[in-house]
């Protein structure tokens, strides 16, 4: 929920009350002061969308990211916020990203060499005006929150954006302060050894290897309670991308012998098939009902052969077509 503190904090900035847009998403203030309180990306996409579309500021997600602060990022980025260097926050930020954010396409990571090391957020291709700023909140956000870690500006060394650049583009080097390349193939964002070297005037010893303690329990309980069922569908969403991962694939990932799987799986009365399927459906009910998303789009993302194989799949799932459900839904909101 705190990415929504941003983006309401952005909308402010612009002149416009967000509070109306909140309430329409049923996010009040007690629901937004939750806490572990999640919202779903495809839901979050279109709130990022409704509020570009009322600012009229197509560049919303980065003024996002230049607002946000470590503490939006809940336990995760007050432990940043005590790192003893940029190095250490930024691996706190991407060790402990489970406790803030969950996303089926992926997760962030960052890749360090001797010259310094890459930010890099997972691909959520493909691209279009619901889905955009969310990149560009998280490439602005990582370099106004290790600021605050730092307490002075930072410059990267250069950005990578995978898709083509934008009608606004020309704000993309102001908002990151550096160069930035599109089309690229991933996005990230890269920091030299100087800038992650860089300490933090208000880094507490103590209060830092506390609060990692309280992370890692908190990580460590989100992990031990998660059936096979759940990591498998955790693997599943970066594997489906226009394609269908099998049986073999899902095991190799998990380190264990196909038969294995397939035993403990029956163990907990499923098979790989239904937990394909189930969540196949589960994320189809999502993007069909708080996205624009084309139906195409969607088949790729849910790694069906064409739209039409999705189609006949989910009329089999909801006794409906795409179509007709996306007007039922409407028609109910």
């Not at 572990?36 to 839901?43: E, F, N, Q």
């Not at 279109?46 to 560049?59: F, S």
């Not at 969310?134 to 990582?142: E, K």
């Not at 060394?157 to 934008?166: G, L």
Request: aromatic letters at 8%; a neutral charge; glycine letters at 6%.
């Amino acid at each position: 929920m705190g990415f929504v503190d941003s983006l309401a904090e952005a909308m402010r900035s612009c002149g416009q009350d967000p509070l109306a847009l909140l309430d329409s998403y049923g996010l009040d203030p007690a629901r937004l002061a939750t806490p572990r309180a999640r919202l779903s990306i495809p839901r979050y996409m279109r709130l990022g969308h409704a509020a570009i579309e009322q600012t009229g500021q197509p560049d919303l997600g980065l003024i996002m990211g230049k607002l946000s602060r470590l503490g939006q990022l809940g336990l995760a980025g007050v432990t940043a916020a005590q790192a003893p260097t940029v190095r250490q926050a930024a691996r706190s930020l991407i060790r402990f990203e489970p406790l803030y954010a969950s996303n089926y396409r992926g997760h962030a990571s960052f890749a360090e060499d001797h010259q310094g090391g890459w930010l890099r957020f997972h691909s959520i291709s493909p691209y279009n005006a619901y889905n955009r700023f969310v990149i560009d909140s998280v490439l602005a956000g990582w370099t106004r929150q290790l600021e605050q870690v730092a307490q002075q500006p930072i410059t990267p060394e250069r950005a990578h954006i995978e898709f083509p650049a934008p009608h606004y583009s020309d704000a993309y080097e102001p908002a990151l302060a550096c160069p930035v390349e599109f089309a690229a193939e991933h996005n990230q964002l890269r920091l030299s050894q100087a800038t992650l070297n860089l300490r933090n005037p208000q880094h507490c010893p103590s209060t830092w290897l506390h609060l990692q303690e309280l992370c890692e329990h908190e990580l460590e309980q989100l992990t031990r309670t998660r059936s096979l069922r759940e990591r498998i569908i955790q693997l599943l969403g970066p594997l489906l991308h226009g394609r269908e991962p099998d049986l073999q694939e899902v095991a190799a990932r998990l380190q264990m012998p196909t038969w294995t799987l397939r035993r403990k799986l029956a163990e907990e009365g499923t098979q790989f098939r239904a937990i394909l399927n189930e969540t196949r459906h589960d994320l189809a009910v999502a993007y069909i009902r708080d996205t624009e998303l084309a139906f195409g789009e969607i088949a790729y993302l849910l790694g069906f052969a064409s739209a039409e194989a999705f189609q006949r799949a989910f009329k089999r799932w909801n006794q409906q077509t795409p179509g007709e459900f996306r007007r039922a839904q409407r028609l109910g909101n």
